[in-house]
T-cell receptor
Framework: LAKTTQPISMDSYEGQEVNITCSHN???????ITWYQQFPSQGPRFIIQ???TKVTNEVASLFIPADRKSSTLSLPRVSLSDTAVYYC??????????FGRGTSLIVHP | EAQVTQNPRYLITVTGKKLTVTCSQN?????MSWYRQDPGLGLRQIYY???????DKGDVPEGYKVSRKEKRNFPLILESPSPNQTSLYFC?????????????????FGPGTRLTVL
């Protein structure tokens, strides 16, 4: 199973761009990279998924370098409502990915 | 509306009193799963089910049972609850495909059940 490592916490301010990097050195060829967002006392919510290069949707962008050993979730111009825990998951090819502890992002006014 | 529902949302019980937390999804998903979340430990998987009558242990299955008699329902059973099972529980579902859109990676979560065992 591909193990992921991401920062435990991050701080930012409203209007800034936030980049959360996740390392996954032993990612398998058929693994995908997925990010979830979780607000307090709510279930996680799927944000974005990618396999390689860059993926963008209305919420975030996901940057994946050619070696796929890391990935970066980019949140443009964060607001207070982006304060949440963000999970990086790797898998989905031949096994079900598991959640770790995530990165707690706090956005300050 | 596509959703995963859980009941009850809040439950306070006593040690040893059997309880069931229900989970239902209306998206015709094959894959369903139960997680527990504790402070500082993230989400840990309890049990999962790939399809009807197919269930398997996750990372922390001790003290729990599940069943999958129908595709839409995946109840979590605590035969003899203990205080260390006090936690926030989430049910999730997905199409269960391998990789890519609609895969295990894209799970839909329920609102959670906060369980307190005294």
């Amino acid at each position: 199973l591909a193990k992921t490592t991401q920062p435990i916490s991050m701080d930012s301010y409203e209007g800034q761009e936030v980049n959360i990097t996740c390392s996954h050195n032993n990612i398998a060829t058929n693994d995908y990279i997925t990010w979830y967002q979780q607000f307090p006392s709510q279930g996680p919510r799927f944000i974005i998924q990618g396999y390689k290069t860059k993926v963008t949707n209305e919420v975030a962008s996901l940057f994946i370098p050619a070696d796929r050993k890391s990935s970066t979730l980019s949140l443009p111009r964060v607001s207070l409502s982006d304060t949440a825990v963000y999970y990086c998951l790797v898998g989905g090819g031949s096994y079900i990915p598991t959640f770790g502890r995530g990165t707690s992002l706090i956005v300050h006014p | 509306e596509a959703q995963v529902t859980q009941n009850p949302r809040y439950l306070i019980t006593v040690t040893g009193k059997k309880l069931t937390v229900t989970c239902s999804q209306n998206m015709n998903h094959e894959y369903m799963s139960w997680y527990r979340q504790d402070p500082g430990l993230g989400l840990r998987q309890i049990y999962y089910s790939m399809n009807v009558e197919v269930t398997d242990k996750g990372d922390v299955p001790e003290g729990y049972k599940v069943s999958r008699k129908e595709k839409r329902n995946f109840p979590l059973i605590l035969e003899s609850p203990s205080p260390n099972q006090t936690s926030l529980y989430f049910c999730a579902s997905s199409f269960g495909l391998a990789g890519g859109p609609g895969s295990y990676n894209e799970q839909f979560f329920g609102p959670g059940t906060r369980l307190t065992v005294l």
